[in-house]
Structures are given as C-alpha cells and as structure tokens.
C-alpha cells in the first residue's frame, strides 16, 4: 500500500514520509513549498504534516520544508538527471510511474520568441497522487448508447468534481464493451498524461485493450495524427479549449469517429459561450451532456442532458426513476473525493 508513492522520495526521507504514504488512497496532493510548511489534500480537506510526518491542523506544529528538499525530492524524481526531463519540465510538470503527476514552478526560462524553454529555481511541487476508480462511469453509462451506438459526449465541470476521473472509466468501459454496446477501438488524445498516466509510453492506469494513447501531444495535433494512422471508433480528449481543439472536433465528427470530451464550465450555456464552442453546438456534434458538480466534498452528476436538434432536455431516467441521483457519487463502493488525476 502506498509504495508508488514512497518510492518519490529519497530513500533517507521515507521514513517521514511512510505514514502518508500509507494513506495514499485518501491523498489527492502533497504540495512542497521552499520555506513553508508541507501541506497535504486528504479527503478534499487540507492538512498540515508534523515533524513525525503524522497529521496535525496546528500551523505552529507544521513541518516546513526548504529549498534543498525540494531539490532534493525533484532530482530523485528525475534520476538525478533533470536534463534528461527538460522537455517535461518545459512543460510544468513530469508523470512518473504509478501515474502520479508532479507539477512544478520557479523560474522560467524563455527562449527568443517567448516560448518557455525550461524551468530553473524550482521552489514549489505539487504531487497530484493519481487515483483510478473502477466503475465511476456505471451510473452515467446508460445514457451515453442508443440502440447499441456510442452518443458524442460532452462532460461539463468546474474544476477539481472528477471530470478525468469519469472520462477515463468511460474510456475504459466503451473500450472493453459493456451492457449497452460492444467494445470499439479507442484513441486518447492524453496532453497532460492525465487520463491514462503514461510512463514511458506505457499507460499506468487501465484505460481497455482496445485502447490506443498519444502521451503528451496537443489535442488538435493529436486529433489529426490519430484520424490519419489508427482508425479510431472514439476519440477521448480532455479540457477542449481553443479553436484548434473544436476544429479538430469538427473534423473527427466529419470522419465518423464517435467523440468523449470534456470541458470546464458551470452549465450549458456556459459552455456555449466559450470562444468557438456555438458552432458545435449549432451543428448539434454533442448528443449527452453530463454535468458535474461537488456536493459536501463528494463529486457528483448534477444532470444528464439529451440534444433533440438543438434542444436540451433532462433525461427522464435521471430524476424520474432514479437511475442516477444526484447526491450519488461516481464511486459505487465509497466516497470519491479527489480532482481530476
């Protein structure tokens, strides 16, 4: 339990950090700041780490942690060799194995035409500890097939209710076939290695066996080389933003690939006024739409919507025969309680 987790961590600070470790399933992030106290997201509350590595909510009591802990945590990360990582790093952040993600800030360093070329100085980490929950798209799954086909969907959420969460199970799920439909080849278009979590090009979260993932591209690229080399029956992305992303939505709508996005926003208008999201929807590309919201601390489906050409209407199963409640959370088993890893 927890040794993906440990293993971040210089071997002669693993012993502070054990009891953490041990908890990983009820950590969202562990942030690490030059000079300020260790702060840990566990159960979607904040807390402080003692110098026991124990939990306390006494600032006074806080372990704080300096600038060559920090460098000494991200050389580890990084096998000692963080110009090997400077594309990552470029990039504000490096997934390791396990799927966890460690963001990073300090200083940039542009290149001529303002491009960043790499970061230096880096004073603040953030561990998003990567969590897969199995069955997170089971109560939604209904409402994405009609008579056995796959509905373009889009899944709108403010950030941090479990938006990469859902997606990647429904990946999963429309991968390896379900009740509703038979399994189809899916590609991921996966930018911030968030969805599959890759390592070394190997996907470190069970995304299906029919499954294809294009790590660390952006989606508009990453939409086009897809749609010419490997046929996919469903394009997963996540965070459509920008005209290039609704282009490429456009133009895989086009080729007949079924789509599973997501985006943030509070609703459907919302999201409809977002810069070049009106042409999808006058075009009618979307068919389901599932809210998302967080409800005491829980990350729940607030609402399923059908387009009727143009037309929004709840689903009829949502509130009327309770296929899906609204207070109930993606998890079956548990809580769900974590953002987007």
């Not at 456009?250 to 919302?270: K, V």
């Amino acid at each position: 339990m927890g040794e993906s987790l440990l293993q971040l961590f210089p071997i002669e600070r693993r012993d502070f950090w054990k009891k953490v470790s041990a908890d990983e399933k009820r950590i969202q992030e562990i942030r690490l700041r030059s000079n300020l106290p260790v702060m840990i997201m566990r159960d979607g509350e904040e807390r402080f780490l003692d110098g026991s590595g124990g939990y306390t909510d006494n600032l006074a009591a806080a372990y704080y942690t300096d600038g060559q802990e920090v460098d000494e945590v991200l050389n580890h990360i990084c096998h000692y060799s963080l110009y090997a990582y400077e594309d990552e790093l470029r990039q504000g952040f490096i997934t390791v194995a396990g799927g966890h993600r460690i963001g990073v800030a300090g200083h940039a360093v542009l290149e001529a035409d303002g491009q960043v070329r790499t970061l230096k100085h880096i004073s603040y980490m953030n561990i998003r500890v990567s969590h897969q929950v199995k069955g997170a798209g089971n109560k939604v799954l209904p409402h994405l097939y009609q008579n056995g086909e796959l509905l373009n969907t889009l899944i709108i959420s403010p950030p941090g209710c479990g938006k990469t969460t859902l997606l990647r199970d429904l990946a999963r799920q429309v991968s390896d076939g379900n009740t509703y439909g038979s399994g189809q080849s899916v590609c991921i278009v996966d930018e911030r290695s968030e969805i599959a979590g890759c390592y070394l090009g190997k996907p470190q979260n069970d995304v299906g066996i029919r499954t294809d993932v294009l790590d660390a591209c952006p989606k508009a690229i990453g939409m086009m080389m897809l749609l010419r080399a490997m046929s996919p029956k469903v394009i997963a992305i996540d965070e459509l933003g920008g005209t290039a992303d609704i282009d490429a939505v456009h133009l895989a709508a086009s080729c007949g690939s079924r789509l599973l996005a997501t985006i943030h926003g509070e609703g459907i208008e919302d999201v409809r006024h977002k810069p070049g999201m009106d042409s999808l929807f006058q075009e009618n590309i979307f068919q389901c739409f599932i809210l998302l919201e967080k409800k005491d601390g829980k990350c729940v489906v607030k609402d399923i919507y059908e387009n009727e050409k143009g037309t929004f209407h709840e689903r009829e199963t949502f509130h009327g025969r309770g296929t899906i409640h609204e207070k109930e959370t993606f998890h079956e088993s548990g809580t769900f309680q974590g953002g987007s890893i």
